[in-house]
């Protein structure tokens, strides 16, 4: 065999998503030399595909908006499971990110005063999101893709070569984070194109590998979404907080189906789009909960008027939080009322002219009219709930984005948890990345230089090697696209939008039983460029994602957000003081409870006591948050 | 409603390979794309093939589907006749890696050559204050996906290979174009260097690349002849010739 080829940097990013970007920014202006790793070509990762905006109360739209507003919301959105802290930092930093952005470039839509211009959207009580028409992801990922180029022909200037300090390496997958003396020492992996192994010394990785979607058979995941980060960590040593809660998008398509779970923007909604059944009713009117009674309208005429006058009307129910309108729509096609494909509808057709809405929606418009042959201003659009986003993920320290329990090791972006607790608002995932990404470089640029290099053993090197070439030496075993295949079956139908203990009991040995044969997976052909190949390794990623999560959501008895039991219908105050802590003791997934941090009193003190009374026990009131 | 299609996938890498007929389920639809994932689902584990979004938005399927340069993810099944094959080949102004995956690593180095946004130094983070009509024209180039079909019908590349170093091609046209139309940016001259290092001379406005683009993009129009005509004015135009010349003004802004 030809000689190992080995890399050796300061920081290793694996991702090069909107987190792992903004970390690699951040990391190399901190003066370290940085890796970049993406899966697929540079500036293709899932970012690309965020429609609606990047939420930050920057307050162009309506100056009310503060940092304060924006907390109070995602603390709302996430049923208070988030982690507050995470949240603080989050609502604070994200005008100073979105501003940043502009320095590097980017081009959002403008107010009539020029500034920067927001829209709105579910759970934010005022107009948000930045955003560039309906492509938001793609300019927050092209900026950030342009700014690495600057960074290296600065560094061109100066040194040999442009790649010299900070360089991307492109279809690349990692199967593993090293570590030496309980530190990381770097991670192994090998080249899509070749199939050859490659090691990347370097005592800090940065996980911000995104989300899990493809775990699920209805996805507006593509295929990189296969928990590649999660399973990382958790190998490594690292935990996985709160796995049970994905958001399950409302509005996916559902027909034809090969777009099923291709995502429809919440901006659709955002700009005057309304539900209805097959009976025509405006539904969501029926699914308002009582936590959320005062500040959604309760009848047509309101929440028509809302669009013109925000300060003197409730806003419309189809923007209550993703989970909330994700479950009516599943309600209302369950109950027989849904449209012919098992969807409901959604119009935008009738409130904005054909012209606004090609301006504001152009991607949605081109999307249905190429791929299901529907005109969305003149008619509706067939949606449904989609598998979008995990909020489980990586437990980190807030301030850093370190992996508890892992020196050298961080996380940000989606691969992370405790942000958005048990439910995720839209447009607060692109400020999360830009946030977090930015930490987690900083944080990562301190670690270095209190800590120095940890150099990679011979034996931890055999042993990732020896993993990379097993499949290719067992003939004859299972296939790795059927398993994958029947793995999204048992997460879609017993871990999926609505869950019950029987079925999550189901699910769990089902898994096992995948995991048991999927170490026995073989691949035809060679090394060079092969999916078959590729997908057993994403599999074994997947597997341990799709058992964090339903070992979590077997022990959860109550429904909060992105976590519905059929046999558990109500949230418990109770249960939000709990975390669920996922790690793996190298056969299986453990699941445990853990405290979860308490409101410090000047962001207790934020809310009106009765409406922490809705989430709160009355201990925790009458102790008004922590000193 | 499910039917058989005939399928013509080109296998192979950079020594040698052939086109492969194979026959495939297709349903109410499936575009080209979900038909090459049943392939390589049940008849061909090792078939490569890049892929991301399957929603146009990514650009990575970029394939040749009867020899047009093509998002396979946006191309219907349905648009070819009953009895009609589907040929896929790999985009063929790029090296071959293997199958239907090539190696598009010439786009990634002329980004590299293109210099970068220039923010004022004055302007602080936030300040900065613009209409949306002169953010539009630059938005429309950073529409594009880079699929990079644009760069593979471009006939000054695709079977010349020898133009590839001096040619950045329309993406990175559009890429200038947004960069000297962007209301901030303050790097002079880039029409300049668009003409005389990047190859914009070269171009001859054949407008193929604005037909693939699936984004529609008019590249042509608004980016390309954009910049041309400017050159044109400053280079000819006696009185400016003889401003930049005795250096009193700028050649090209």
Known sequence: MSELERHSYDVLVIGAGGAGLRAAVEAREAGLRVAIICKSLFGKAHTVMAEGGAAASMGNVNDNDNWMVHFRDTMRGGKFLNHYRMAELHAKEAPDRIWELETWGALFDRTKEGKISQRNFGGHEYPRLAHVGDRTGLELIRTMQQKIVALQQKDGAQYASMESNIKVFAELTITDILKENGKVSGAYGYWRETGAEVLFGAPTVIIATGGVGKTFKVTSNSWEGTGDGHALALKAGANLVDMEFLQFHPTGMVWPPSVRGILVTESVRGEGGVLTNSLGERFMFKYIPDVFKSIYADNEAEADRWYEDQDNNRRPPELLPRDEVARAINTEVKAGRGSEHGGVFLDVSKRLSAEVIKKRLPSMWHQFFELAGVDITKEPMEVGPTCHYIMGGVEVEPDTAAAIGVPGLFAAGEVAGGMHGSNRLGGNSLTDLLVFGRRAGIGAAHYVKNNGKNPVSDAAIEAAAQKIQAPFDRAGGENSYALHAELQEVAHSLVGIIRTASELEDAITKIADIRKRSANVSVSGGRKFNPGFHLAFDLDNMLLVAESTAKSALQRQESRGGHTRDDFPGMSNKWRQINHIASFNGTQVNVRGQALPVLPKELFDLFDVHELEKYMTPEEITKGGSI | ?253
């Open chain 2, 1 to 253: 409603m499910a039917r058989m299609i005939n399928l013509r996938i080109w296998r192979g890498d950079s020594t040698d390979g052939a086109l492969q007929d194979v026959v495939v389920e297709a349903n109410e639809g499936e575009v080209v794309l979900d038909v090459i994932h049943r392939v390589q689902a049940t008849q061909m584990g090792d078939l490569a093939v890049r892929w991301n979004c399957k929603a146009g938005k990514c650009g990575s399927c970029s394939m040749e589907i009867n020899g047009k340069p093509r998002l396979a993810c946006m191309t219907q099944v349905a648009a070819y006749g009953d009895e009609e094959t589907i040929t896929v080949t790999p985009l063929r102004a790029f090296p071959i890696i293997k199958d239907l995956v090539t190696d598009v690593s010439f786009n990634y180095k002329k980004a590299m050559e293109i210099p970068a946004y220039a923010h004022p130094d004055d302007l602080a983070p936030g300040d900065a204050r613009m209409g949306q009509i002169d953010v539009e024209r630059s938005q429309e180039f950073r529409k594009c996906i880079e699929c990079f079909l644009c760069q593979d019908v471009c006939h000054v590349v695709r079977d010349h290979e020898e133009n590839k170093k001096s040619f950045a091609g329309p993406r990175f046209f559009i890429r200038i174009a947004e960069l000297d139309m962007h209301p901030l940016d303050t790097l002079k001259n880039r029409k300049k260097t668009a003409q005389e290092e990047h190859g914009l001379g070269m171009c001859n406005i054949t407008k193929c690349c604005t037909e693939v683009c699936p984004e529609h993009i008019s590249i042509t129009d608004n980016a390309i002849i954009a910049m041309k005509e400017r050159v044109v004015d400053i280079k000819y135009d006696p009185v400016r010739w003889l401003g930049s010349k005795i250096g009193k003004r700028e050649g090209i802004v």
